[in-house]
């Protein structure tokens, strides 16, 4: 079981397009600028992790627009984390359909992602989560289930998802110490936990890490956008230099870090 993970997401794609270049399509030249704007965010990443263990830090980003980047990840040691569902959906569905497997296996990640948000109408979701389940069983790839579910619903959320796949690492939204202490009644003994960020400010997440700290099975975070949304937007309507904005997300993924390590 691992001590710590700290992970930078950038596998956001149609938020990324909505809330960083604020457009609704993709053109060519837009894809363009994803894929620089994410290797910015990558960047500022490999600034952070100066001297660090770099087991302990990770990368979540999408074939899509990282592909070059997973692959750099890889030559470095970094952990690199994977996902498999589509972007943008309400229902879980894969990106690659039938052909996840294959798109996964090229990059043989240590983690394999996977989004699933509260929707007791989506009937599907759990076959789905079984077939990933077998092939990173198979492939002996370890699972990161994202939830995204109303504090109310989560407990109950992740009993029944727990019924189609075997979560080596939940992650979770923040919580208050009562429904941490309820989730960990119901959780695998194996599994653990990270606390992601879902784009909330800096003082909502500094406090969603303040009250996972004491429990050990959390054993660090998954923070994107707050990380990242703010230096890129203003790097993209030339209020700063690629350099400033690199050092921002630098920054920023250091504080959080260092809010963590703190004792």
């Given amino acids: 079981m691992k001590k710590e ?9 149609t938020s990324f397009v909505r809330d960083i270049l604020e457009l609704k399509t993709i053109s060519k030249k837009t894809k363009e600028r994803i894929k620089e704007l994410k290797q910015m965010i990558f960047d500022g990443f490999l600034l952070s992790i100066k001297g660090k263990n770099k087991k302990s830090f990770g990368i979540l980003v999408d074939e899509r627009f990282g592909e070059s980047i997973l692959g750099e990840a ?3 040691n970094i952990t690199i984390v994977v996902p498999v569902e589509k972007s943008g959906i309400k229902e879980l569905k894969l990106e690659h359909g039938n052909n996840f497997r294959k798109h996964v296996n090229k990059f043989k990640p240590d983690y394999v992602k996977i989004l699933v948000r509260y929707n007791p109408k989506d009937k599907g979701q759990l076959k789905i989560l079984k077939r990933i389940n077998d092939f990173a069983k198979k492939e ?5 289930l994202e939830l995204l579910a109303p504090p109310d619903k989560r407990i ?42 879902r784009g909330e400010n800096k003082a909502k997440v500094e406090k969603w890490l303040k009250a996972a700290k004491p429990f050990p099975r959390i054993i660090g975070f998954a923070i994107g956008r707050t990380v990242f949304a703010k230096p890129l937007i203003n790097y993209n309507k030339a209020k700063i230099s690629k350099k400033e904005a690199i050092k921002q997300i630098s920054g920023n993924f250091n504080h959080f870090l260092n809010l963590w390590q703190r004792k």
């Fill in 74 to 76: 890889k030559k470095k």
């Fill in 156 to 197: 109950k959320t992740i009993k029944e998802l727990m019924k189609a796949i075997d979560v080596d690492v939940w992650k979770l939204e923040g919580a208050d110490k009562k429904l941490w202490l309820g989730i960990f009644k119901v959780l695998n003994k194996n599994s653990q936990v990270i606390v992601l960020g």
């Fill in 5 to 13: 993970l700290f992970i930078l997401p950038f596998d956001h794609r």
């Fill in 140 to 144: 002996k790839y370890e699972i990161i």
